[in-house]
C-alpha cells in the first residue's frame, strides 16, 4: 500500500519561508506525478503545484513564483519550497499521488498523506 | 482556469436513499473529471476518474456520468459512512480546479 507522509509545516511570518517534504513508500517519486493539494480552514481543495516523472512541474497561478517543486530520489521525498509567504497560504497542505500519470490524459489521485498545517501569521 | 460549480452546496438524506450530486464546468473538459469524498480531519479519497470509472475498492453504488460541461456523481443507498463532503475535479488542464463541495448530511 502506498503510504505518503507530509511534515515541515507550523507557524511562519508573513514573507518567511517553509519547506515541506512527501516521504514516500511503495512507490519511486522519482517515476510519479506528484502534486500538492492544499485546504484553507473550513474551505475547499485547491490544487497547488506538480512534479512529473520527467521532473517538469507546475504551479496554480497562486503561488507560481514562490513555491517550487524538487525530488531527492535517494529519500524518495517530493519537497514544495514557500517563500514569500501570505496569510492566503495558511492550509493543510496534501500530497498525493497521480496514479494515472503519463499512461492517461486523464487525472487520478489515488493516494494522499495526511495532510501539513502551514500557519501565516504575525 | 475553468471554473467548476457544484450543486447543491449541501444536502440532507436519510439512509437508504438516493441522491445526486452535480458538477458544471465553465467550458468543456470532455471526460476529464474525478470524484473525491473528504470526511472531517481527513485526506481526500478518490472514488470516480474519467467521469464514470470507478476506482478499485470503492462500492457499486457510487456511479459518475456526464462529459463536457455537465457532471453527476449518483449515490444509491446511502450507507452512514457516506456521509460526508464530496468534491468534483477538472483535469483537462491545468490548473487543476476543484468545486466548491457539497456537504452530505444525515437528515
Known amino acids: 500500500e502506498v503510504q505518503l507522509v507530509e511534515s515541515g509545516g507550523g507557524l511562519i511570518q508573513p514573507g518567511g519561508s517553509l519547506r515541506l517534504s512527501c516521504a514516500a513508500s511503495e512507490i519511486t517519486v522519482s517515476e510519479a506525478y506528484m502534486n500538492w493539494v492544499r485546504q484553507a480552514p473550513g474551505k475547499g481543495l485547491e490544487w497547488v503545484a506538480l512534479?512529473?516523472?520527467?521532473?517538469?512541474?507546475d504551479y496554480a497561478d497562486s503561488v507560481r513564483g514562490r513555491f517550487t517543486l524538487s525530488r531527492d530520489k535517494s529519500k524518495n521525498t517530493v519537497y514544495l519550497q514557500m517563500n514569500n509567504l501570505r496569510v492566503e497560504d495558511t492550509a493543510v497542505y496534501f500530497c498525493a499521488r497521480d496514479v494515472l500519470g503519463a499512461a492517461a490524459a486523464e487525472v487520478a489521485f489515488d493516494s494522499w498523506g495526511q495532510g501539513t498545517l502551514v500557519t501565516v501569521s504575525s | 482556469a475553468i471554473q467548476m460549480t457544484q450543486s447543491p452546496s449541501s444536502l440532507s438524506a436519510s439512509v437508504g436513499d438516493t441522491v445526486t450530486i452535480t458538477c458544471r464546468a465553465s467550458e468543456g473538459v470532455t471526460d476529464d473529471l474525478g470524484w473525491y469524498q473528504q470526511k472531517p480531519g481527513k485526506a481526500p479519497k478518490l472514488l470516480i476518474y474519467a467521469a464514470s470509472t470507478l476506482q478499485s475498492g470503492v462500492p457499486s453504488r457510487f456511479s459518475g456520468s456526464g462529459s463536457g460541461t455537465d457532471f453527476a456523481l449518483s449515490i444509491s443507498s446511502l450507507q452512514p459512512e457516506d456521509f460526508a463532503t464530496y468534491y468534483c475535479l477538472q483535469d483537462y488542464n491545468r490548473p487543476y480546479t476543484f468545486g466548491q463541495g457539497t456537504k452530505l448530511e444525515i437528515k
Open positions: 512534479i512529473d516523472s520527467g521532473g517538469g512541474t
